[in-house]
């Protein structure tokens, strides 16, 4: 491969680590009354804005009355399209789900996220962030660490109803509202757990999409108490992201064995 291309691909691949491109998933409607309805996928720098089909993940429909079906997608270039069957009234959750390994040594004092660069020089700036394979030797101490990432909505036909179990999540989310009742200005208070314990001080990073060019941007950070627990409130209509993540780590302390990526779309009315 072109050493300029390669370094190019490892340049945007540094910037997708820094939270561009991220994974969704969306119905078409959240609220839809036929009995199939779309869903889309993607991976998107702006919320809602796929710009790359999701690639990885492997999705499931959990219908009003608990059943758990998979769901194949379509990738066009730019976004993943789904169709689920809506026989049933009620409310269904759309599941994503991926996990990988990731490997890192121990420069100096800090921790660096191994890289295979096929050869190709890392920029000055890259180089506080990641190491080459090629630079790596015996006297480094290595691990890995692996990556659960999961993207999540919510769609109702009817009426909203109870949302069923899902078996083998790592993550799971209590709502104090159900997520197809969110109301604007209304607080909500989400309860996060990691294998059944409280997810302390995870980072949350709620985004709205933008209704026209000139609207501005609306992004909230919070972080969640060692309850597991984050107040959250929509200051006006619309659709909106929420980003879960594990709690961010200086580079000076060894990764945590297992770190968790949780990405909502959510619809709040008026």
Not at 211 to 217: L, N, R, V, W
């Amino acid at each position: 491969m072109n050493k300029t291309l390669l370094t190019a691909l490892i340049m945007g691949l540094f910037s997708t680590l820094a939270n561009a491109h991220a994974p969704y998933t969306a119905p078409v409607s959240f609220n839809v009354t036929g009995g199939h309805s779309a869903v889309l996928a993607g991976f998107a720098d702006a919320p809602f804005d796929s710009e790359v089909a999701i690639r990885g993940f492997e999705f499931k429909v959990i219908t009003p009355s608990g059943a758990t079906k998979s769901l194949n997608l379509t990738n066009t270039q730019t976004v993943s399209v789904g169709d689920i069957e809506t026989t049933e009234a009620g409310t269904y959750q759309i599941l994503g789900q991926r996990e990988a390994a990731i490997k890192y040594a121990k420069v100096g004092q800090r921790w660096l996220r191994i890289l295979d660069t096929k050869g190709a020089a890392l920029a000055p700036a890259q180089k506080n962030h990641f190491i080459a394979e090629s630079e790596l030797t015996n006297k480094m101490q290595q691990m890995s660490v692996m990556r659960f990432d999961e993207v999540r909505s919510y769609f109702s036909k009817q009426n909203d109803s109870d949302l069923m179990p899902v078996a083998e999540e790592n993550v799971n989310l209590k709502y104090s509202v159900h997520p197809r009742k969110l109301r604007q200005s209304v607080p909500l208070t989400l309860t996060v757990t990691v294998n059944k314990q409280p997810a302390q001080h995870f980072k949350a990073v709620l985004e709205k999409q933008k209704a026209s060019a000139d609207e501005q941007e609306l992004k909230i950070e919070t972080t969640a108490n060692a309850r597991g627990e984050l107040q959250l409130q929509f200051p006006v209509a619309g659709n909106y992201i929420l980003t879960l993540t594990s709690p961010e780590l200086d580079a000076k302390q060894k990764p945590e064995a297992n770190t968790y990526r949780t990405i909502v779309s959510l619809n709040v009315q008026p």
